[in-house]
């Protein structure tokens, strides 16, 4: 497999994680505000 | 929300086209890659960490503790971009140098950079009165600001080092493929619109916990 592949799908498996996890942070402290 | 998806999409189509598309540069040849990561996290390094300094001094004169969870919320977040810089370097070193770390000068002065904060949040968590902590952590802040430009300006190029030139070169021209430069200002944009997010993320985080301790 070309190794440009492996590397962008790391990256963009990386990022895809790291922002899901802030907008679930981000909603959680919506939830906090809210209270 | 709308913002948030942008910012999302435009990192993944700049790392697309940067991994896929861009050349590489012929002395880094496949260690091109790291490029769109380290400069960024670099650049966002001093960024936030001129923030943390900007507020420090905001909170000195008008003792508005908001200033102080800006303060520290950069130090943490620049730290942390810090801290990528330097393993995205390290890992480079080795593939370009041989072995991960060489104590070279810019090296060596990533490492105080990463000491001088690592202090800085040692200091905030060894001191429980708030206001005293603010103006003591305020204090430090901005000394130690002081020495980032010299780490990372100056120091590495008053010594021979085998890093490549920075962006803008001695001779002060940026030296760069079309395609690389566009590549690169859109992963610097990116993540500097990745930082302001985490900024007001975090700043609004340390209001929830003064409010819970204020309950």
Known sequence: MDRNFVVLGVSLLVWGLLFVWVLRVEKRVRELEKR | MVLRVLLFLWIAVA??????????????????????????????????????????IVYLVKRDLRADDHAAAAAELGLLFCVGATVSGALWAKAMWGSYWNWDPRETSIFFILLLYTAYLALRGSIEDEEKRARLSAIYSVAAFVAVPFLIFVVPRMYET?????????????????????????????????????QSLRVRVSRLERAAQAA
């Open chain 2, 15 to 56: 790392m697309v086209v940067a991994l896929l598309k861009a050349p590489l540069v012929p002395m880094l040849e496949e260690t091109t890659r790291v490029l769109y990561f380290h400069i960024p996290a670099a650049w966002l390094t001093v960024v936030a960490l001129g923030w943390s300094m900007v507020n420090s």
């Open chain 2, 162 to 198: 085998l890093h490549p030139d920075p962006i803008i070169n001695p001779r002060g021209k940026v030296d760069m493929d079309p395609m690389i430069r566009w590549c690169f200002l859109a992963m610097l944009v990116g993540f500097t619109g990745l930082y302001v997010w985490l």
